[in-house]
């Protein structure tokens, strides 16, 4: 666990600070959970960005904050997170981060002219079951631009003490305290969801981002081929 140690990241925390108790505190216990510093390093530095499953909001205003050359959507079903998200960022001043949040029904992939240069997701596809999952990602890379970026945040099935306990807490979070919108908890391993991506066409990698973390955080990456690639040329 980490707190927010750069200026991006306790900007982000300082506009938070101004929400409702219940959102502040689980973007707080969110940010020091989640390694959204090491993640934020795989995003490109410049273009449209598309966050699915954005809850709050923090890591899409986050990628904002700290390049203002990205273009920034959130989207999640849970319209009282898109609303309180939405309240926050008035807080940004002019030119501090490009970001923006609409509420939208699950499994929704939104178009842009061109395609976009990046889709996240960061703890989301667990919560889809394989079926859903499997086709959210097809209809993603059906919406990236060529040479375009998938970038999949979850937790690995490996090592297993680390995964039970994220597990557990995913449990809670869904099923008692129902913080998380999710019916199906179905949690894909790194090579599980490499083997997804490169099955729709993308060229892949896997890395672990858990070091200094009690869960077993890591990141798959799949790009869309170019259009030259495509076209076999």
């Not at 939405?86 to 499994?107: K, Q």
């Not at 790194?190 to 869960?215: F, N, P, W």
Request: hydrophobic share 45%; glycine share 10%.
């Amino acid at each position: 666990m980490r707190p927010p140690r750069t200026p991006a990241a306790r900007r982000v925390m300082d506009l938070w600070a101004a929400g409702d108790r219940v959102g502040r505190l689980h973007t707080t216990a969110r940010w020091w959970s989640a390694p959204f510093a090491e993640l934020e390093l795989e995003v490109p530095l410049a273009g449209d960005i598309l966050e699915i499953g954005c809850g709050h909001g923090v890591f899409s205003t986050y990628l904002a904050i700290t390049s203002t050359a990205r273009r920034v959507l959130g989207v999640d079903i849970d319209a009282d997170k898109i609303a309180l998200a939405a309240r926050v960022i008035e807080g940004l001043e002019p030119g501090e981060g490009h970001v923006r949040f609409e509420t939208l029904p699950s499994g929704t992939v939104p178009r842009i002219d061109g395609g976009w240069c990046a889709i996240v997701f960061a703890d989301v596809l667990y919560l889809l079951g394989r079926e859903r999952r499997e086709a959210l990602l097809a209809d993603c890379v059906d919406a990236l631009a060529p040479g375009g970026l998938l970038v999949i945040k979850e937790v690995d099935t490996r090592p297993l003490l680390k995964a039970k306990l994220a597990q557990f807490q995913e449990l809670i979070a869904t099923k008692v305290l129902r913080i998380t919108d999710g019916h199906t908890l179905e949690f894909s391993s790194s090579e599980e969801l490499v083997a997804v991506l490169a099955d729709l066409g993308l060229s892949t990698m896997a890395k672990r981002i858990d070091h200094g973390y009690v869960h077993p955080h890591c990141v798959v990456l799949g790009t869309r081929p170019s259009r030259s690639a495509d076209l076999g040329n």
